[in-house]
């Protein structure tokens, strides 16, 4: 019995570590996509479409411009855990 607990909360831990690792490298093309249409058109995006990404409601990192010269781009962890870009600093924060 043991074992098997053992067993599923390997699973969930490399499951978890697994989307986490597919939302950040998402995360990341957006900022890719992002930091390549600022310096083409000298402006940001007004939202994902304009980079060539479609934005839904289950997107695995969202991305949003909060003055014309810097943006955010987050996604979940866990519930009521994200994960931030700030444009303005270049760097990540988790917050709850």
Known sequence: MKFKIF???LLSSV???SVENEREKYAELIIEK???FKTEKNRLP??????GLVELENSKAFYEKKTDSTYIVWFGLSIGESKTY???KKEWTKGG
Do not use: G, Y
Not at 46 to 51: D, L
């Open 86 to 88: 700030n444009s303005s």
């Open 15 to 17: 499951f978890s570590c």
């Open 34 to 36: 992002v930091e390549q």
């Open 7 to 9: 067993i599923c909360v």
């Open 46 to 51: 007004k939202n994902v479409s304009e980079i």
